[in-house]
């Protein structure tokens, strides 16, 4: 989930105890091949700063003590702060890079560069037009629809309803917003395919007004929320599909008095919005693993280092499902989030 806070560059290193990449002075082995009876050299780049990944950052930490790996983790303000601190990552000498892209598209020359001079994969969010060797995550399409299905479940009867989404030049964003069209219009599998932005997209008993940008800025977000219930008073939903959304949106209709007339459903676990499922105010949210993303990119990207491929499956995705978190399922869910979010490096 991707959700910047102010614009600043976090490096967390991470090595079992041991100084790790970007921590120190001395030089740094050839890209891919540690020194003998050295730990791999890796790298977690997110695509934002986020409790998402402060949650990431934990399965990082118990995957560099696992798999005897060093780690730097990386958490960029923008794309071009992304691109810097990967150039800086290849100037610097690295053994493996675990990449959230923040545009999927116009990054692939620099993924390219990377790939050619150290082991790349991708998390969260995917290139597949890169030659990164493996994608980790959840499959944002098939998580797009269980959204829609939350949406359904909240809004039985249909109506006017509006998307709001930080970015759409993510793999992640672009293939989560056809799936919750997909689902809301009951059509087929279209997640290659991108329906157009500024128009309204009609179905049989969902009418999608907009969908709306606001550059991963809560604010804009909320904004975005009461221009559309301003514009739509008839409005009976509104779907975020970033981490900060739904705080975001439900302050919004709270402050219009709007509780009991739009129903609000997102993505992701931040605690605003697992209280809102336990008060009954959000139907559920669908929810990524964060803490997997990191301890599985660190467990893939040491073995590949090691000479070991079989960590790649055939269709080079090694899938983590979404899950979709409603009351029913909510305690166990938050106890495990709060375990792992307690863990000490």
């Not at 891919?32 to 409790?51: F, H, R």
Request: net charge neutral.
């Amino acid at each position: 989930m991707l959700k910047s806070i102010g614009r600043f560059i976090v490096g967390v290193c991470v090595a079992a105890g041991l100084t790790a990449l970007g921590c120190d002075n001395g030089g740094a082995p050839a890209a891919g091949a540690p020194a003998a009876g050295g730990k791999p050299k890796l790298a977690y780049i997110t695509n934002g700063v986020a409790p998402f990944w402060t949650i990431a950052e934990k399965g990082v930490i118990d995957g560099a003590k696992e798999y005897d790996a060093e780690v730097s983790v990386v958490m960029p303000s923008d794309v071009n702060d992304q691109m810097h601190r990967v150039e800086d990552l290849l100037i610097r000498g690295v053994d493996g890079i675990a990449i959230s892209p923040i545009d999927a598209e116009n990054q692939v020359p620099l993924l390219n560069k990377a790939a050619a001079k150290t082991k790349l994969i991708t998390q969260d969010s995917d290139a597949p037009k890169s030659e990164r060797i493996v994608y980790i995550g959840i499959d944002n399409y098939v998580a797009g629809r269980m959204a829609g299905q939350l949406v359904k479940e909240a809004i039985p009867g249909g109506g006017k309803v509006a998307i709001l989404v930080g970015r759409l030049e993510g793999d992640n964003a672009r293939k989560r917003r056809q799936g919750v069209l997909d689902e809301l219009l009951d059509r087929p599998d279209s997640s290659a395919g991108s329906d157009p932005l500024n128009q309204e997209i009609k179905g049989a008993k969902y009418t999608i007004v907009a969908t709306l940008t606001d550059q991963i800025d809560a604010a804009k977000a909320k904004s975005n929320a009461e221009d559309m219930m301003s514009a739509h008073p008839d409005l009976v939903g509104l779907i975020g599909l970033n981490a900060y959304h739904t705080p975001a949106l439900l302050e919004a209709v709270k402050q219009a008095g709007k509780m009991s007339s739009i129903k609000v459903v997102g993505f992701d676990e931040q605690d605003a919005t697992l209280r809102a499922i336990q008060d009954g105010e959000v139907v559920g949210t669908v929810v990524q693993n964060p803490y997997m993303y990191g301890k599985e990119s660190v467990r893939v990207l040491a073995a590949l280092v090691r000479g070991d491929n079989s960590v790649v499956p055939q269709d080079k995705f090694i899938s983590l499902p979404a899950r979709q978190i409603r009351k029913s399922n909510l305690d166990e869910f938050w106890a495990d989030l709060k375990q792992k979010a307690a863990k000490q490096q």
